[in-house]
Nanobody, 127 residues
Framework: QVQLVESGGGSVQAGGSLRLSCAAS????????MGWFRQAPGKEREGVAT???????NYADSVKGRFTISQDSAKSTLYLQMNSLKPEDTAMYYC?????????????????????WGQGTQVTVSS
């Protein structure tokens, strides 16, 4: 069965960095659009970044220049390097997968288009 397992979350001070990982299994990784989403308490889930089978990326405006999404297809692993973290980045971060190797930029705004989700990893940024 499909499994997405996130790791790498934690607590950091503003300006710090974290690297999230998502280990995928149970599907042909290279045939999927992969994404990172986040959800803060009391807020809706929002898209952070997506990457397709050709490693073409899309980012939310709020994280451009600070976060980098990447992948190691041979290892079926997705990454999110987060630098210059801000308190407003505090949220549960989720890895997600959508069938089809292409990620439209609009997918960031429609989490429901992603059929597979991990359990999430908490990121807390203190000021």
């Amino acid at each position: 069965q499909v499994q997405l397992v996130e790791s790498g979350g934690g607590s950091v001070q503003a300006g710090g960095s974290l690297r999230l990982s998502c280990a995928a299994s149970g599907f042909t990784y290279s045939s999927y659009c992969m994404g990172w989403f986040r959800q803060a308490p009391g807020k809706e889930r929002e898209g952070v970044a997506t990457i397709d089978s050709d490693s073409i990326t899309n980012y939310a405006d709020s994280v451009k220049g600070r976060f980098t999404i990447s992948q190691d297809s041979a290892k079926s692993t997705l990454y999110l390097q987060m630098n210059s973290l801000k308190p407003e980045d505090t949220a549960m971060y989720y890895c997600a997968a959508r069938g089809g190797g292409v990620c439209s930029a609009g997918y960031l705004f429609y989490p429901a288009l992603f059929g597979y989700w991990g359990q999430g990893t908490q990121v807390t940024v203190s000021s």
